[in-house]
């Protein structure tokens, strides 16, 4: 018989989901709350969860599935009220002519590419704009900008420049997080190389490469480096 943790604050939600779930034949144990799931969860190890979003108390459904992806790719079903919004995270890698651009999944753990913002050289006003749009579009609040340095860790003139795009991002209520973006190019066209991407094609999308590596590198350190 198939396991099933229900975890919802909700009294009459979570028996409604340990009903239905009862009803077709799973085992189901039902919690209140998430702080002693984790613990629950390495001894029963069960097949898959039903986990609310947001719930009350030092962890809520995003921490603890992030706990539990430290240690198993087991199936977790997320339930939410519909207003409830997660926050998710765009990155961002400025350059002279183009601007990659990547986003994370709902649980702050992987990213994926997005799109690249073309604008004529050094129009950043232009790029500042297309970004916005973007931002409003996915309803992200939140931006991981790369900050290119020097091997040396000097901030040379690209990096003051992203400085300054980041602070005419904050005047427009954005939050941004300057990120050390060294050798993420680099990173990139490797991971192209090894996936035999053509030359081409490799043009057009090492910008949002970038951007997935400068935004993972964020999440995996907010993430306590898993």
């Known amino acids: 018989m198939k396991h099933v943790f229900v975890i ?18 799973y085992k189901v144990t039902a919690f209140e709350n998430a702080e002693h799931v984790f613990e629950a969860f390495n001894m029963l190890q069960p097949d898959a969860l039903v986990l609310d979003i947001m719930m009350p108390g030092t962890m809520d459904g995003l921490d603890l599935c992030k706990k539990i ?5 087991v199936p977790i079903i997320f339930v939410s009220a519909k207003d409830e919004a997660v926050d998710r995270i765009i990155g961002l890698d400025l350059g002279s002519k183009t601007c990659g ?46 900050l290119p340095k020097h091997m040396n860790g000097d901030i040379g003139i690209r990096g003051e420049i992203s400085c300054e795009f980041a602070k005419k991002l904050e005047s427009s209520g954005i939050t941004v997080h300057l ?7 680099v990173a990139a066209e490797k991971i192209l190389l ?31 480096g898993f």
């Open 8 to 25: 919802d604050d909700d009294a009459n939600i979570r028996q409604l989901i340990l009903r239905y779930l009862e009803k077709e034949g």
């Open 194 to 224: 090894q996936g035999d991407v053509s030359r081409k094609k490799r043009k057009k999308v090492i910008d949002q490469m970038a951007a997935v590596q400068i935004l993972q590198s964020f999440l995996d350190r907010q993430n306590g």
């Open 69 to 73: 992806r430290t240690v198993s790719q």
């Open 101 to 146: 651009v990547s986003i994370c999944d709902a649980l702050h753990i992987t990213c994926r590419a997005l799109t690249t913002v073309r604008f004529e050289s050094d129009d950043y006003d232009a790029c500042l704009e297309e970004v916005l749009k973007l931002l409003n579009e996915n309803k992200v609040k939140e931006v991981v900008l790369g």
């Open 179 to 185: 990120w050390d973006e060294r050798l993420t190019t």
